[in-house]
């Protein structure tokens, strides 16, 4: 049963840091690993998603990396806003086309 | 071009009525999927559904829980009886082919309070 870690669970870090949250993963047999944000009491939107044959994948000021033999993710947060402040959540896709979720990562950018 | 549309946002049901959530997936999108995040939880796989079938409905609730995708129309989540257990967000994504080889896109979800 895939199960999926992540880690720390909250972050208060000051506005222009950088950042590094953790995801790891049970079962290194995934076809892709996706991060999202979701803001309280809203959705979740989509922020990066790592096939399985990728290493990692920017956008911005995000870079996410898969090291899927080790069944471990980052998602490295560059100069940090107080706009950034949500939870960050990892998921993985394995056979079946079902997404298992971490826990979350709640951060909060201070001004 | 819409995203995935989920109505209603807000739901209140009294114990022992009917729930029924509705989501329309991207245009182009033929694959469905519902999650649920219970209060302090995260989110929880439930249905898998593509037109007028269920691929996997292993984290759906026994009882009182069932979901369709019609060849028209939205997917509709229905919850019979509902218990005050049953209050939570509800996200439904949608995915432009199988999930394993592509990434989903989730709507806003619909809050169920039950009171």
């Known amino acids: 049963k895939q199960e999926v870690t992540q880690i720390p669970a909250a972050l208060s870090v000051p506005e222009g840091e950088n950042l590094v949250l953790n995801c790891s993963f049970t079962?290194?047999?995934?076809?892709?690993l996706q991060w999202f944000r979701q803001d309280p009491g809203k959705g979740l939107t989509s922020l990066l998603l790592?096939?399985?044959?990728?290493r990692e994948q920017t956008s911005g000021r995000l870079n996410a990396s898969l090291d899927k033999s080790s069944g471990r993710s980052t998602l490295y947060i560059a100069a940090s806003q107080p706009g950034d402040s949500a939870t960050y959540l990892c998921?993985?896709?394995?056979?079946?086309?079902?997404?298992?979720f971490g826990e979350g990562t709640q951060l909060t950018v201070n001004p | 071009n819409a995203g995935v549309m989920q109505n209603p946002r807000h739901l209140v049901r009294r114990r022992g009525q009917e729930a029924r959530l509705r989501c329309s997936p991207m245009?182009?999108?033929?694959?469905v999927y519902w999650y649920r995040q219970l209060p302090e939880e995260g989110l929880k796989f439930m249905v898998y559904?593509?037109?007028?079938?269920?691929?996997?409905e292993s984290g759906m609730p026994k009882e009182r829980f069932s979901a369709e995708f019609p060849k028209e129309g939205p997917s509709i989540l229905r919850i019979q009886q509902v218990v005050r257990g049953d209050s939570a967000a509800y996200f439904c994504?949608?995915?432009?082919?199988?999930?394993?080889?592509?990434?989903?896109?989730f709507g806003s979800g619909t809050r169920l309070t039950v009171v």
């Open positions: 994504a949608s995915s432009p082919r199988s999930g394993e080889g592509g990434g989903y896109t």
């Open positions: 079962d290194s047999a995934i076809y892709n």
């Open positions: 790592i096939q399985s044959s990728q």
């Open positions: 998921a993985v896709i394995t056979s079946g086309s079902r997404l298992t």
């Open positions: 245009k182009g999108h033929s694959h």
């Open positions: 559904l593509q037109k007028e079938n269920i691929i996997d």
